[in-house]
Nanobody, 128 residues
């Protein structure tokens, strides 16, 4: 059973940066697709980014492409989301997710229902 713990959220001004971390225990990220979703109260969960378990390939939502970078440290069993040029519309609770069921296809990567493991979430607030 994989457990995910996020950290690194907080309050930042527009244009600033934050780095989120997701530490895994009970399993290795090398066997999973790992990603980030975010959610604003009253709205559906939104895919943000994902990294492939073996190739390290990455995929991003159009809304964050060029500003966010997902990366993985296999030795530390940790995944990071570096967020630059933050905008007020990036404000949300960010969740780290992982799954062994997700194939590296856009339809799967962006489907929240296919991710078996979710962290508790970390709040990111971007002020204007």
């Amino acid at each position: 059973q994989v457990q995910l713990v996020e950290s690194g959220g907080g309050l930042v001004q527009a244009g600033g940066s934050l780095r989120l971390s997701c530490a895994a225990s009970g399993g290795s990220f090398s066997r999973y697709v790992v990603g980030w979703f975010r959610q604003v109260p009253g709205k559906e969960r939104e895919f943000v980014a994902a990294v492939h378990r073996s190739t390290g390939s990455t995929y991003y939502a159009d809304s964050v492409k060029g500003r966010f970078t997902i990366s993985r440290d296999s030795d530390k069993n940790t995944v990071y989301l570096q967020m630059n040029s933050l905008k007020p519309e990036d404000t949300a609770v960010y969740y780290c997710v992982s799954s062994a069921r997700v194939s590296w296809l856009v339809g799967d990567i962006t489907s929240a229902e296919l991710y078996d493991y979710w962290g508790q979430g970390t709040q990111v607030t971007v002020s204007s």
